[in-house]
């Protein structure tokens, strides 16, 4: 059986484009992969059909103190699904909850972290929640912010925008990888490779490319208006909205900016976007 490969970021910092990458990558389809069987190859760790599977009689909703039973299980139920390395999509911050880790180390073999500009993010998250801006910024404050539970997904803990980078970037680590949304849109072939390298793969350029290619923010765009995306929020009109880098410097006002900038000064400053 392999180990768990954790794909990890806050929400709206591109981790759902990060998967169709590797799905591209990785099963070199002819067209782009289909978005809506993105869980077939990277794992979604809070669906609640893997909890399900581990105690019915709590289905269809499951209380914290039984996602925080079941979570550690269902890791170990992950990892014995493959003989190969699992990819395991994650929101939740890299904390202990109850005393409890949210992340079972004991069945990691490493994780990829997206980083995105928190002024970025508070814009499409915002959308995603269908709430305001100012609700979102406060959301990306709170140490207590969580995803709630739902028929399809059990709850997930994100903690504060800078607690959660900090919570899986503070430490050094060969089995980590962190990746800057921005890059990903400005240097493809550079960061998209390095993700490659680091999963101990040399593809060739070629295939590099059109894995990109495939993955690319108009693909999967165009394959929402097309097909839907089951991951689509009820309350946004879509999931890939823009897929931009900087639209904060007319989507905010300054007041929201600098408020976004006071409360996250230290991990912006880590990852570029304050000097």
Sequence with gaps: MGALIW??????????????????????????????KLSAFTLGESQTQWF????????????????RRLRPLVHRRMMESSPDSVFVKTHNALVLEGGLPLISQDVTAGAIYVVRDPRDVAISYSHHLGQSLDDAIRLMESEEAWTPGNERNVYERLTSWSTHVYSWTHTANPRLHVV???????????????????LGLKPPRARLERAIKLSSFKVLQAQEKKNG???????????????????????????????????????????????
């Design 7 to 36: 794909l990890a970021s806050y929400p709206k910092s591109g981790n759902t484009w990060l998967r169709s990458f590797l799905h591209n990558l990785l099963r070199n389809p002819s067209d782009s992969f289909d978005i809506n």
């Design 52 to 67: 399900q599977q581990l105690d019915p009689s709590v289905a269809p909703e499951f209380s914290i103190d039984d996602v």
């Design 180 to 198: 800057r949304y921005e890059d990903m849109l400005n240097a493809p072939i550079k960061t998209f490779g390095a993700i490659a390298t680091y």
């Design 229 to 275: 995306f089951i991951e689509r929020s009820r309350f946004a009109e879509s999931f890939f909205r823009k897929g931009e880098a900087g639209q904060w410097k007319t989507g905010l006002a300054a007041e929201q900016a600098a408020r976004i900038e006071k409360a996250h000064e230290v991990q912006m400053r880590r990852y570029g976007y304050l000097v």
